[in-house]
């Protein structure tokens, strides 16, 4: 149980593109889920909070307008990287959990390249 | 403030050894405390909650609050462990705050 897919898993595409990634639970309503971004060999960094319903809540440096959030059903979260650059290029993880005092449960990841 | 630190980038041991990965934490309210493990090309797996006091793949974990630690152990290391190890505090506001993780390998 507890699973969480993420697509796609790779994508790469030119600068000034706009590139959406989905995260859904596919066993469980997930009212909370997390955008981290990882670069190489280095840990998570949370990027966002998105509550069903309600707008995410970025953490600090996070860009609201170029890290679009939507979370519009218990089982579904998107972020949409809005004319991407070469610089944002980095693998994407969601995550999700049913309630604050349970783990949450990670994608696969979606490794971004903007050439 | 509310930090998670993992002093080891890099753990080497031979197969059998016993394994101890830090995790040192800092956070003023009750702790809720996480291992993660993600094995090469694989997603970030729960391992460990410190709250459920279980032993997983031969791990445990005991949580300190007096040297507030939360360090993973294993008596024989395997093969199959080389992965790589986070440690999470869960911040009392939903979020996570993750270390900067171990890289464990096993030699054989």
């Known amino acids: 149980g507890a699973v969480v897919s993420q697509h796609p898993s790779w994508v790469i595409c030119k600068s000034g593109t706009s590139v959406k990634i989905e995260c859904r639970s596919l066993d469980f309503q997930a009212t909370t889920m997390f955008w981290y971004r990882q670069f190489p060999k280095q840990s998570l960094m949370l990027m966002a909070t998105s509550n069903e319903g309600s707008k995410a809540t970025y953490e600090q440096g996070v860009e609201k307008d170029k890290f679009l959030i939507n979370h519009a059903s218990l089982t579904l979260s998107t972020l949409t990287v809005t004319s991407a650059h070469p610089e944002d290029s980095s693998f994407y993880i969601c995550s999700a959990r049913t309630a604050s005092n349970q783990p949450q449960h990670f994608g696969d990841g979606t490794r971004l390249s903007i050439l | 403030a509310q930090r998670v630190t993992q002093p080891e980038k890099l753990l080497s041991v031979f197969k059998g050894a016993p394994v101890e990965l830090k995790c040192n934490y800092s956070?003023?309210?009750?702790?809720?405390l996480f291992w993660y493990v993600q094995y090469s090309r694989q997603r970030l797996q729960l391992l460990l909650r410190h709250i459920s006091r279980e032993s997983i793949k031969g791990f445990t974990a005991d949580l300190n609050k007096g040297e507030t630690s939360f360090h993973l152990k294993k008596p024989f290391a395997q093969e199959e462990d080389s992965a790589m190890y986070y440690c999470?505090?869960?911040?009392?506001?939903?979020?996570?705050?993750f270390g900067t993780g171990t890289r464990l390998k096993v030699l054989a």
């Open positions: 956070y003023s309210g009750s702790p809720e």
């Open positions: 999470a505090l869960n911040s009392g506001t939903y979020k996570y705050i």
